[in-house]
């Protein structure tokens, strides 16, 4: 297992981001976490298989529909287990 941290920036709050993201981790068996930041972006963490977290990647740097994401920066961060993907109170 891995785990990452993203930070996503542009048109990421106010569209569903956080939500998207949580039914596109529950649709690939990722767990972690999304919340709103207050500059505006979106940060996320991801747990799971490297090749499924990859894929959560993938979709964080498309974003939902009605988003327009402008870049995302990628740390790695250590695994936590956590049980599920939730939704986190803005920072």
């Known amino acids: 297992m891995i785990?990452?941290?993203a930070i996503v920036n542009g048109t990421v709050q106010g569209?569903?981001?956080r939500w998207a993201a949580?039914?596109?981790a529950q649709r690939l068996g990722v767990v972690g976490w999304a919340r709103n930041r207050a500059d505006g972006s979106?940060?996320?963490?991801?747990?799971?298989?490297?090749?499924?977290v990859e894929r959560m990647l993938a979709w964080l740097r498309q974003g939902p529909p009605?988003?327009?994401v402008t870049g995302v920066a990628v740390t790695d961060?250590?695994?936590?287990?956590?049980?599920?993907?939730?939704?986190?109170?803005t920072v």
Request: hydrophobic share 30%.
């Open 3 to 5: 785990r990452k941290r």
């Open 15 to 17: 569209v569903g981001f």
């Open 22 to 24: 949580r039914e596109q």
């Open 42 to 52: 979106v940060e996320a963490e991801v747990e799971g298989a490297p090749e499924t």
């Open 66 to 68: 009605g988003s327009a």
């Open 77 to 89: 961060a250590a695994p936590e287990g956590d049980d599920g993907f939730r939704i986190c109170h």
